[in-house]
């Protein structure tokens, strides 16, 4: 008979206990996967907006420049 289970034999806990760590490694492995894929998706996307704010910055600096020499004339 089983120690943590005192009605179930060995046999028939350790089958179920294999399954059941089984699926918790599953578990943990999913969730691991899932947090790790939206670390990745926010760093892209602040990575983006920086690029596209700098581009942003830079377009109306341009702009700038182009309106101070058309002034100088």
Same mark, same amino acid.
């Given at each position: 008979?089983?120690?943590?289970?005192?009605?179930?034999?060995?046999?028939?806990?350790?089958?179920?206990? @294999?399954?059941?760590?089984?699926? %918790?490694?599953?578990? $943990?492995?999913?969730?691991?996967?899932?947090? &790790? /894929?939206?670390?990745? @998706?926010?760093?892209?996307?602040? %990575?983006?907006?920086? $690029?596209?704010?700098?581009?942003?910055?830079? &377009? /109306?600096?341009?702009?700038?420049?182009?309106?101070?020499?058309?002034?100088?004339?």
């Amino acid at each position: 008979r089983c120690l943590h289970y005192p009605n179930r034999y060995c046999c028939d806990k350790s089958g179920n206990e @294999q399954e059941e760590v089984a699926l %918790q490694n599953a578990s $943990k492995q999913i969730v691991q996967t899932a947090i &790790l /894929q939206a670390v990745q @998706q926010v760093s892209q996307e602040s %990575q983006q907006k920086e $690029k596209r704010a700098k581009g942003s910055e830079s &377009l /109306q600096l341009e702009r700038g420049e182009l309106t101070k020499k058309h002034e100088k004339k």
